[in-house]
């Protein structure tokens, strides 16, 4: 089985040093890749540009997604994502500090996975992405061939 990948797509520095932060804490031992907006997210998926060379597993295990973000939002991020056939199931968790219930609503209907608020207390955002962390590496179960080059059509 190839290694599990995650792909932090997070512009701001502080909620990305939280982010690895919490991860470590619950002693992930896997890669964090980590893109700063919609577009370099899009190209790692897709291994174009910049990414076009990455090597690893075809597809992260999960993507840890931010709604605002510059050049492409996430919101954009996940619709492209969703309309692909080999990237269709690939999980997308929406981590963001937007409250707004249209985002919520837009996100869920672009096929998030799920919506989870960034907590402002820097504890709580600890234990928050530890817990995503715990559930999508250890306990949620990828459709098949997601995670090992398998097919994705």
Excluded: C
């Excluded at 510059?70 to 919101?75: K, T």
């Amino acid at each position: 089985m190839a290694a599990l990948v995650i792909l932090l797509v997070e512009d701001n520095s502080q909620d990305e040093i939280l982010t690895l932060r919490a991860l470590k804490k619950i002693n992930v031992a896997n890669r964090i890749d980590v893109v700063r907006d919609g577009q370099q997210a899009l190209d790692y998926i897709f291994r174009e540009g910049e990414f076009a060379g990455r090597e690893g597993p075809y597809l992260p295990t999960v993507v840890l997604l931010d709604i605002n973000l510059p050049r492409v939002s996430g919101l954009e991020v996940l619709d492209r994502v969703r309309a692909e056939p080999r990237t269709r199931y690939l999980p997308v968790v929406l981590l963001t500090s937007s409250d707004e219930e249209r985002d919520r609503l837009e996100g869920y209907r672009n096929g998030a996975n799920s919506f989870v608020r960034k907590p402002v207390d820097a504890a709580d955002f600890i234990e928050t992405v530890s817990r995503l962390g715990i559930y999508w590496l250890a306990i949620n179960r990828p459709a098949p061939g997601e995670i090992d080059g398998g097919t994705h059509a």
